[in-house]
Each structure stands twice: as structure tokens, then as C-alpha cells.
């Protein structure tokens, strides 16, 4: 039999099941704990019963000669002696359990922030909270109930062959050729449990996303009515995971039939084959109870983990989602250690650079080259998909450029350490996530470090304090999910005092496109020429005023840079630029100066 059977991304069930023993080496003492107190269970419990079968035989002939109360005594200890070892059992079990959850979870976000967004970008965000949270909980049955319940069971089985052994060699012989032919039974199925597993986990996953979707897309499909082709989306996704979910209950069923008949034929086999030997003399009468006892406990530890290998394949479905994540490359590695000497300056050049998102992509920027010098803010203008936010994506280093070079200072951000890059950069971009915490702490995100009055500062100079001091709570009130809700400006007014709290010496900003109202506007307008003060600034302009204000103007358009200079020298001498300005601004196309 096949015991490597390759699942679709080619890692085998034996090659999943070392990975996952890897996470136990940490936890070697709690599962040593475990398996001693799981094999001292089985021992007691077993023990208990070999103690009843034999009175019960001494009994039968009439051989139980005054020793009942040492008997009942004994039989007492050894029930109390069993429930204290399932007891520990099961509390190591999943101490070790639960600790190695714990580890894989960090280790999964971890994964997740250094892969993103590159891996977003093939996973929708509900397939991914799936395996951080549900896979990881189905390896709670490997570590817990699995590998350490194998290791009692082969002990157990062991220790009841021997014994029964001494009653008799042919029965132990017997018994081990049933125990055989049990654990043959998953080993037969296991393609299909594999197969079968892996396809539940999957449209659970795609189950999630829908689901996910469906909450974070709520404000669209009630204001575009498309509650009706949603509810079909979901519907369906819902039936194809019971489907799936059905057909993998119908194996386990047919797994536990088989294995309930082989179970039972070879109780029948005992039975039979004890009545023989006592018939035959070779086996004494109070033993024959103890015989058949042993020969049913030998195969209950093989049960548990029969049972639990039945469920094999969504272990190691499971553990295959959580290895993708944790083992995706990143896109990006940044320098261990600095190797640059002395301080930076913070002016910034693009240097030929090209990109494309994927390899079979058109590049969307290409060949871009331009400069932002020190103290200068540069804003980048285009129609959408122009190629404005790629260069800011490449600058933060979400990717990496294909060809060319950026570089800060004259340093190529590939050779700074992450600490440096982001100790140099700030970006405020359209989207702004507050997290379900306090406002203060909102702001405080890029320097956790800093004092209430810091913060305090930052916020007046964003133009934010007055509205943050309106509510009860103030600094202290609670934003985001289930926290109040902040409208599009006041959040962009806190990101502006996160920004000005980080201070750091380049700004990159992907200016909001949403409308705001004139308050909102003006007060988003001054705070953001505050923040822009003497830093080295590329922004994404999206509003007049904001081109206006900047030093210098880079047209992009379709990847490419295709103009460049001052506002007023673009309106002159730029063809493009005119025609963009016109067509965005409602502005007519032999504008001269607006
Ligand atoms: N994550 C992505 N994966 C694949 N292609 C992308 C991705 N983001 C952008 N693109 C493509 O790259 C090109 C440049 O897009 P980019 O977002 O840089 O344009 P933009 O000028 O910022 O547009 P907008 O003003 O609408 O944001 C477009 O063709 C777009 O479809």
C-alpha cells in the first residue's frame, strides 16, 4: 500500500505528517507527560477489567476463598488510579496542543505581513482568515488527539500482546494479525480521505470568503439591490461544501462500518478460539474471562487512532493550507544588516524603472525615470491605471522593480534595511484603516513611544484635536469596528497627525478622491501643507489645489512618464498635461492658467 500518497501541490502525506512532528519537538517534555499518563490510563483501565474477568471466573468455580474485600479494594485504587491518569492525559494533551496553536497562529501572521500584499493579491482575504483561524484549529486533533495517542496505542497494544502471550502465544498471534488487518482498513481509503479532505477544506474556504465578502460588500448589495444575485453566489458556494462535506460523511461511515465488522469477527475469532484452548485444558477457566477481556482491549487503543486517521485527510489538507502560507516566498527581502555609512538624504530617484505585476503582465510603469530633490514635494498626475500608485507601491517596497533602480539619498532602497526605509518614509494613503482601539493610540501607531502631549500636538496640527475633544471620551475614545464611526475626512485627519507624529523625512501620499465638504476640504488642505513642510514629498494629486501646490508635476501616462516640470511650464509647452487638466477639470483645452 501506498503510504505517500501526493496531494495537488505535490507534498505527500508523509511528508506533511513529518512537518507537523517538527512543531512537537519544542513540546517533547508535555508530550512525554501525555503519552506516560495516556499509556498509565490504558494500563488501569485495562487492569480494572482483568481484575472483574478474573473474579468473575473464580467466582464461576467457586474459587473466590475470602479475598473479596482485597479484591473490591484494589479494584477501588485502580479506578481512581485510571480517571486521575485520563485526567493528565487529556490536560497535557492539550497544554502541548494549545501552545503549538498558539505558535502557529503568530507564526501565520508573520507569514501574512511579510508575504503581503503579493499574496493577497491570489488569496481573498476570507480564504485566508479560514487558515489562520479554522485550519490552525483542526491541528488541534493531530497534535492532541494523533500523534501522541499513536505512540500509547503501539505501547498499550504491545504491553496486552505480551500478556496475553503468557496466557497463551497462539491467541497473541491471532490478535496481532486482526490488529493488522484493522489498521489496514484507513490505509485503503486513504486516497480518497486525502482527496476528499482537501476538497472540504477548500470550499469551507471559499464558503469564508464568500461570507466575508458578503459583510465587508454589505453597503453595496443593499444600495445596488444585489441582494438577490448575491444570496445565489452564496447559496451555491454553501452547496458545494455540503456536497463535499456529505461525501466525505459517507466514506467515514463506510470506513466505520468496515472497521466495526472487522472488529466484531475478530471479538467472534477470541471468543472462539479461548473456548477452544480451555476445552482443549491448555487454558485454565479463570482465565478464559481475562482472555477475551485483553484480546477486546487490544483493539480499542487501534480504534482511537483508526478513528483519527480517518480524519487524516483534513489534517493534512489543513496543515497543507497553513504550510502555503507560512513557506510563500517573500517578494521582498530586505538587507539583514545596514551596510550604509553616515546620514541619509532624503531626495528620491526613480532610475529606468519598469514593473509588471505578474510575468505574463504588460509592465505598468516602464521605463519611468524622474527625481524628487530634498525639501520638494513632486506630484504624480494621470488618468487612472496611468501607473501612479505602482511607483508608490514600489517606492514602500510592497514590490520590487523588475529593472532599474529606486534609490533615497542615493542609496538603492534595496541594499536599506527595512528599519531604514521605514524610518525614512511615512505614506498617508487614500484608505485609511483605524484600528478598534482609541484614537490616541490610532495616532500613536508610528511612534508608540510618544507622550499623550505628542500626540495631543500632532492631532492640533492635523486639524483633528478639535473634533477628537468633542467627544466625551476625547482622546480616549474608542475608533473602528463596533467603536464610533469617523467620517472619510476626520479620518484622513488622523492620518495626517500620524504622519506628523512619525515625522519622518519623505512623505508619500496618495491624496483621497472621495468628496469631502468645504470644512472637511480646507482643514484637510492646511493640515496637509503642515505635514508637507520641509519633508521630500510624492504625492498622488488627485485635486486641483493640491497640483497647484506642488513644485513639480510628473505626467504618467500608460506606464510611461510623458511630461515633466512646474504647472505654469507644463501649461506652456506640455501637450498632454493640457489635455489631462482639461478633461479632468472640466477646463477648456487652450487653458492658460487656471
Ligand atoms: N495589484 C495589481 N495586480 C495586477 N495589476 C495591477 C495591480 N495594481 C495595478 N495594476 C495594473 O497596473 C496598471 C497601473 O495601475 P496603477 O494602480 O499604478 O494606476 P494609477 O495611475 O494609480 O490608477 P488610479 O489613479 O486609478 O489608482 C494598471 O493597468 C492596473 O490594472
Known amino acids: 500500500m501506498d503510504s ?7 507534498r505527500t502525506r508523509s511528508i506533511g505528517f513529518i512537518k507537523l512532528l517538527k512543531y512537537l519537538k519544542s513540546y517533547r517534555k508535555g508530550l512525554g507527560l501525555a503519552v506516560t499518563s495516556g499509556v498509565l490510563h490504558h494500563v488501569f483501565a485495562i487492569s480494572t477489567s482483568v481484575v472483574c474477568a478474573y473474579i468473575v471466573g473464580l467466582i464461576a468455580r467457586d474459587n473466590l476463598s475470602g479475598n473479596g474485600a482485597a479484591i473490591l479494594m484494589i479494584l477501588g485504587v485502580l479506578v481512581v488510579l485510571r480517571t486521575l491518569m485520563y485526567y493528565g492525559e487529556m490536560w497535557f494533551a492539550h497544554e502541548v496542543a494549545y501552545r503549538i496553536l498558539a505558535d502557529f497562529r503568530i507564526a501565520l501572521y508573520n507569514a501574512v505581513e511579510r508575504v503581503s500584499p503579493g499574496i493577497l493579491l491570489n488569496m481573498r482575504s476570507g480564504q485566508l482568515a479560514s487558515t489562520l483561524m479554522s485550519d490552525v484549529e483542526v491541528l488541534e486533533w493531530f497534535f492532541a488527539h494523533t500523534f501522541g495517542n499513536m505512540i500509547v496505542a503501539s505501547i498499550v497494544t504491545t504491553i496486552v500482546l505480551c500478556f496475553l502471550a503468557a496466557l497463551n502465544i497462539y491467541l497473541a498471534i491471532i490478535i496481532l494479525f486482526l490488529i493488522i488487518i484493522i489498521l489496514s482498513i484507513p490505509l485503503l481509503l486513504q486516497k480518497k480521505a486525502d482527496e476528499q479532505g482537501r476538497d472540504v477544506r477548500d470550499k469551507l474556504s471559499d464558503a469564508n470568503a464568500e461570507a466575508v465578502e458578503g459583510i465587508q460588500g454589505l453597503r453595496e448589495i443593499l444600495a445596488l439591490n444585489y441582494k438577490k444575485g448575491f444570496m445565489k453566489k452564496m447559496y451555491n458556494s454553501i452547496d458545494k461544501l455540503s456536497n463535499s462535506q456529505i461525501t466525505y460523511g459517507k466514506r467515514l461511515g463506510l470506513e466505520g462500518s468496515l472497521l466495526h465488522i472487522a472488529v466484531g469477527l475478530a471479538m467472534i475469532s477470541i471468543l472462539t478460539m479461548s473456548a477452544f484452548l480451555v476445552y482443549e485444558g491448555v487454558l485454565a477457566f479463570e482465565w478464559f474471562t481475562v482472555a477475551v477481556i485483553l484480546g477486546g482491549y487490544s483493539f480499542g487503543p487501534i480504534m482511537e487512532i483508526s478513528s483519527m486517521a480517518r480524519n487524516f485527510g483534513i489534517i493534512l489538507a489543513s496543515s497543507n493550507r497553513v504550510f502555503e502560507v507560512l513557506e510563500s516566498k517573500s517578494l521582498v527581502e530586505y538587507k539583514e544588516t545596514s ?46 491605471g496611468a501607473g501612479k500608485s505602482t511607483c508608490i507601491n514600489l517606492l514602500l517596497r510592497f514590490w520590487d522593480v523588475k529593472t532599474g533602480a529606486i534609490k533615497i539619498g542615493s542609496h538603492d532602497i534595496r541594499d536599506m534595511t527595512q528599519e531604514e526605509l521605514r524610518s525614512m518614509t511615512c505614506a498617508v494613503l487614500q484608505d485609511v484603516y483605524l484600528f478598534h482601539t482609541t484614537i490616541g493610540e490610532n495616532i500613536r501607531l508610528g511612534k508608540p513611544e510618544a507622550t499623550d502631549e505628542e500626540v495631543e500636538n500632532a492631532a492640533k496640527l492635523a486639524f483633528a484635536h478639535e473634533f477628537i475633544s468633542g467627544f466625551p471620551k476625547g482622546y480616549d475614545t474608542k475608533t473602528g469596528e463596533r467603536g464610533v464611526q469617523l467620517s472619510g475626512g476626520q479620518k484622513q485627519r488622523i492620518s495626517i497627525a500620524r504622519a506628523l507624529l512619525k515625522d519622518t523625512p519623505i512623505l508619500i501620499m496618495d491624496e ?12 484637510i488642505q492646511q493640515a496637509l501643507e503642515r505635514l508637507r513642510r520641509g519633508r521630500t514629498t510624492l504625492i498622488i494629486a488627485h485635486r486641483l489645489s493640491t497640483i497647484l501646490s506642488a513644485d513639480r508635476l510628473v505626467v504618467m501616462k500608460n506606464g510611461k512618464v510623458v511630461e515633466t516640470g512646474t504647472h505654469e511650464d507644463l501649461l506652456k509647452e ?6 489631462l487638466i482639461a478633461s479632468q477639470y472640466s477646463l477648456p483645452t487652450d487653458v492658460k492658467e487656471i
Do not use: C
Open 4 to 10: 505517500t500518497i501526493t496531494n495537488k501541490k505535490g
Open 512 to 523: 483621497a478622491v472621495s468628496n469631502l465638504d468645504s470644512e472637511n476640504e480646507q482643514a
Open 574 to 579: 506640455g501637450k498632454y498635461y493640457k489635455e
Open 339 to 384: 551596510t550604509i555609512k553616515g546620514k541619509f538624504k532624503s531626495d528620491i530617484l526613480f532610475d529606468n524603472v519598469s514593473f509588471s505585476y505578474k510575468e505574463d503582465n504588460n509592465n505598468a510603469v516602464d521605463a519611468v525615470s524622474f527625481q524628487v530633490y530634498e525639501g520638494e514635494t513632486v506630484a504624480l498626475v494621470g488618468h487612472s
